[in-house]
């Protein structure tokens, strides 16, 4: 059974920077792998993804945010950096092992979801 654990979450201030980090177990994180976040009172919004060799960001991330993974150690990290107050948010990540590249982007298309961590940004 594959479970994801994320952690990194934290409260920092305007311009800060925080690493999520998400742990797979019981398989390899060697397909797809997203971020997602969800703001209060808002829908889950994708963030970043990878899947083969094409990575995606949504342009709230873009030169601010960076995917990676390091599928020996089944974990996929999200380096933010210049935080800014909208990005307060639970951010969740997602895994799948059947996904199409072109679904990267559909919160609906994973399968397998972490519980959460929540990011605070400050002013």
């Known amino acids: 059974q594959v479970q994801l654990v994320e952690s990194g979450g934290g409260l920092v201030s305007t311009g800060g920077s925080l690493r999520l980090s998400c742990k797979a177990s019981?398989?390899?994180?060697?397909?797809?792998v997203a971020w997602f976040r969800q703001r209060s009172g808002s829908e889950r919004e994708f963030v970043a993804g990878?899947?083969?060799?094409?990575?995606a960001y949504a342009d709230s991330g873009k030169d601010r945010f960076t995917l990676s993974r390091d599928s020996g150690k089944s974990t996929a990290y999200l380096q933010m950096n210049n935080l800014k107050t909208e990005d307060t948010a639970v951010y969740y990540c997602?895994?799948?092992?059947?996904?199409?590249?072109?679904?990267?982007?559909?919160?609906?298309?994973?399968?397998?979801w972490g519980q959460g961590t929540q990011v605070s940004v400050s002013s």
């Open positions: 997602a895994a799948d092992w059947t996904l199409i590249t072109s679904s990267l982007q559909l919160h609906s298309r994973y399968h397998y």
């Open positions: 019981g398989r390899a994180l060697n397909y797809a």
């Open positions: 990878i899947k083969g060799s094409t990575t």
